[in-house]
């Protein structure tokens, strides 16, 4: 029994003397090593479309470099890596500032792109800027966050706006929409005297320069009356106390402007209660797919300063990149999608730097003349009173303005402004509550 025992373990002994230096020589065997990455934090209100929409346009971006071979630094090939991370700037701005502190500092973040809310947006500025990181801005439009840029160059020289240029041309941009709609109104409906506008506006820092402009330079501009301005909450659900103030004021127009959820409610219950008023300016909602059957289909003839609609070409590579976003997503790309031309930007300027140093790679994005979805990318100097921003203008970035005409996004404006019409951009419709109101 005693023999059988030893000769077993003898067996076993003899078996592992064979196997371990076979498993030993595959263990030892070198693996190959992993391409590096560029991590790129991806920062914005991710429970509402404007943050998802932040992601969405970094996914297409982040998969078509990757697929092309990578961002190539001196030679060495790095693939883009995304982390997505919740300001929860919408409901709290507070919040911001420590998802901006966490995606830096825990997450590891390389650059970071995104932001929508302005009181969110500047305590995020200022902690990518205690970290020196480059924050490329992709929401919120106020020009004082460039104007930092400006006042201490050394410290803010890390944040550029890529998307939307400042509220002050957004301003321009929804005073042209607002002649063209008046100047049709006029004619269509015969109205005699002068076009009176009613302001509603969120209550948002972003707005509060916009609604003294509206009311300086409507009247200046325009030969407008400016008959009142009401600020409902950004998530609102109910704004018929407004649109009833707002009725009754005799106004022919509401400008707005609106960038937060309160967008959907406004166009619904405008649409419910058919109150006989037009309404342009800026309602961010209404740039998505899902605005009509949000708004019971009630949206229609809602106009909005946009960046993207369905067959019009601004660049040549806006529709690709259009088709390439519905395919992926289902959705028409906000103008918050913009992070894709931001990881474009940042890319090249990566590869002309050959380095990933942030000091480096803000010598080169002050380089940016590139070609984008939007338009021509060109930043603002530091001779400007808004360094880092995007140029606005003919040539470069003009924006446009879409209507929802029969349940479909049109574009009406710019339409032969200063020589600038893009292809698919149609009139601009007076709503058929209105024509049915003048009628009686």
């Known amino acids: 029994m005693r023999k059988r025992l030893v000769f077993s373990l003898i067996a076993c002994l003899l078996a592992l003397t064979i196997l371990v230096p076979g498993c030993a020589k595959e263990a030892a065997q070198p693996k190959e090593p992993a391409t590096p990455t560029i991590k790129i934090g991806i920062i914005g209100p991710m429970k509402f479309v404007q943050g998802q929409h932040h992601w969405f346009g970094a996914e297409l971006a982040r998969d078509e470099i990757n697929a092309a071979g990578g961002i190539i ?50 305590p995020m500025q200022d902690v990518a800027m205690d970290y020196k990181k480059i924050f490329l801005g992709a929401g919120s439009a106020t ?71 509206y009311q300086a330079y409507v009247p200046q501009k325009l030969g407008m009356d400016v008959v009142g301005a009401w600020r409902p909450s950004a998530t609102a659900t109910d704004v018929t106390a407004e649109l009833s103030a707002i009725q009754a004021s005799g106004a022919h127009i509401i400008l707005t402007i609106i960038s937060g959820p309160v967008g959907i409610p406004f166009a619904r219950q405008l649409g419910e209660l058919q109150i006989p008023l037009a309404s342009v300016g800026i309602n961010v909602e209404s740039q998505k797919d899902g605005f009509m059957s949000a708004t019971n289909n009630y949206g229609n003839f809602e106009t909005t300063l946009n960046t993207y609609a369905k067959g019009v070409a601004i660049t040549s590579k806006t529709n690709a990149f259009f088709e390439a976003f519905v395919k992926k997503h289902g959705q028409t790309p906000t103008y918050n999608a913009g992070t894709y031309d931001a990881i474009y930007v940042l890319k090249a300027a990566i590869e002309r730097a050959g380095s990933l140093d942030s000091d480096a790679v803000v010598v080169e994005l002050e380089k940016t003349d590139m070609e984008t979805t939007a338009g021509r990318l060109v930043f603002m100097g530091k001779d400007t009173d808004t360094p880092h921003d995007v140029t606005y203008g003919p040539g470069y970035v003009t924006g446009i303005a879409t209507q929802w005409q029969n349940g479909e996004m049109k574009a009406v404006w710019p339409l032969n402004w200063n020589n600038v019409t893009y292809p698919g951009t149609v ?4 709503p058929d509550r209105v024509i049915k109101a003048y009628k009686k």
Do not use: H
Not at 151 to 180: A, D
Not at 206 to 211: E, F, P, T
Not at 427 to 430: E, T
């Open 73 to 122: 630094v001196k030679g060495t090939k790095y693939l883009v890596e995304l982390i997505k991370t919740d300001s929860n700037e919408m409901l709290s701005p507070t919040d911001a500032a420590a998802a901006m502190e966490r995606l830096i500092t825990v997450d590891k973040a390389d650059f970071v792109i995104g932001g929508f809310r302005t009181e969110g947006v500047f």
């Open 427 to 430: 009139q601009w419709q007076i």
């Open 143 to 213: 020009k004082e966050l460039c104007m930092k840029v400006k006042e201490n160059y050394n410290r803010y020289k890390y944040w550029f706006r890529v998307t939307p240029f400042s509220n002050v041309n957004l301003v321009n941009n929804s005073l042209l929409t607002l002649g063209t709609a008046g100047a049709i109104m006029k004619q269509g409906l015969g109205i005699q005297g002068k076009i009176k506008v009613a302001i509603l506006a969120e209550q948002a820092t972003w707005a509060d320069a916009m609604v003294a402009a």
